[in-house]
């Protein structure tokens, strides 16, 4: 276990900041980015890494849901059902992480990796999904007011099955690694069941809590959590999304996405080689 | 509420960091960090909460059933920590 010192502390609030701010920017949580400088960078063992990043992913989804923006655009209903599918998978997960080898999720984590980039890469283009506003939600879909455009978006929700299933295995994948699952659930949601980008990204915010929590509680039990360094990382992640939100808007998300795809593609390598050794 | 949690939990975890780090008050620095840390899990627990009231009292029994499933599967991974710490 590491031992905390004001140096280590800084670090890990720098690095958290960085992820924080990533995440905002580009809808990721931070976990993606934090585990593996933990686990690479600092030489933590993965479990710790994870429940360190657990917390922090925890945190940056209630800040998220309790904005005044995310309010409107969570879909509560769709995402506590999902939360039914989520929460199952991540205490498989979070057990399961207990049980096997460092090698063994360190190479998960960059198969991982690899894919998130390609499906950030595929999707530098996407855009809203708009339909008639008088149409019929439904019991799942929703409806909301989008400033950009004026009007209210309606949409239904399609194809429950794939995105329970996809969220079960986002659950396990974030107890597992550490991260917050996002990656998996936004384009599910996005692409495959009708909803539109933003309710997507701010449904699945709302939902990583709740994963994130089944998840860090098993770390947490087994006293692989390290407090106070969490508190130095949970506060890092904070500064950074808070400062991401607001200075992120004129970043070209197009350049940065292309950037985090080659980042995540060297971590992926770097992960699995280390998993490997 | 969310914010309330979160908020609450980063002074105590701020708080307790920096008492760790001065290597003063050694004991409230650890409860601090560690109440910090269950305040922060807690928080998306009493959200589910708060959402099975919401439901219940609109007399939504379908959603009340679904958000109950999901407390029971959080308070399944304290349980399976705590069953875990045993065995091992």
């Known amino acids: ?184 659930k936004v384009p599910v949601l996005n692409a495959w069941c009708g909803v539109p980008m933003r309710a997507a990204a701010a449904t699945s915010a709302f939902m990583i809590g709740v994963t994130a929590t089944a998840g860090a509680v098993i770390y947490y039990g087994q006293g692989q959590l390290v407090p106070a360094l969490a508190a130095a990382a949970v506060l890092g992640v904070q500064l950074g999304s808070w400062s991401g939100m607001r200075f992120g808007q004129r970043a070209s998300a197009r350049w940065l996405k292309l950037l985090l795809a080659i980042v995540l593609f060297l971590i992926s390598v770097l992960m699995f080689m280390r998993g490997v050794a | 509420m969310l914010r309330a949690g979160v908020i609450t939990s980063s002074i105590s975890l701020g708080a307790g960091l920096l008492l760790t780090l001065t290597g003063t008050a050694a004991a409230l620095a650890d409860l601090l960090l560690h109440g910090g840390v269950i305040v922060l899990l807690a928080t998306p627990v009493i959200r589910v909460l708060v959402s099975i009231s919401e439901y219940a009292q609109q007399r939504d029994w379908k959603f009340t059933l679904l958000t109950l499933v999901v407390l029971v599967e959080l308070l399944a991974s304290a349980v399976a920590a705590l069953l875990f710490n045993r065995r091992l």
């Not at chain 1, 690479?40 to 309790?66: D, E, H, K, M």
């Open chain 1, 1 to 184: 276990m590491p031992v905390v010192t004001p140096a280590l502390a800084l670090i890990i609030f720098v690095a958290g900041a960085v992820a924080g701010s990533l995440g905002a920017l580009l809808g990721l949580g931070g976990g993606i980015f934090l585990v593996p400088f933990l686990n690479l960078g600092l030489r933590f063992p993965i479990t710790a890494a994870a429940a360190i990043s657990l917390t922090t992913v925890i945190a940056t989804s209630s800040s998220v849901s309790a904005g005044r923006a995310g309010k409107q655009l969570i879909n509560i209903r769709l995402g506590m059902l999902l939360e039914v599918a989520t929460a199952g998978g991540s205490l498989l997960g979070g057990v399961t992480a207990q049980m096997l080898a460092q090698s063994t999720l360190q190479k998960l984590f960059g198969v991982i990796s690899a894919i998130v980039a390609v499906i950030m890469l595929s999707r530098l283009q996407r855009r809203n999904v708009m339909l008639d506003p008088s149409a019929d939600p439904g019991i799942l879909g929703g409806r909301y007011y989008e400033d950009e455009s004026g009007g209210t978006v309606t949409y239904r929700v399609k194809r429950l099955p794939v995105a329970l299933v996809a969220s079960f295995i986002a659950g396990n994948l974030s107890s597992l690694l550490g991260i917050g699952g996002g990656f998996i």
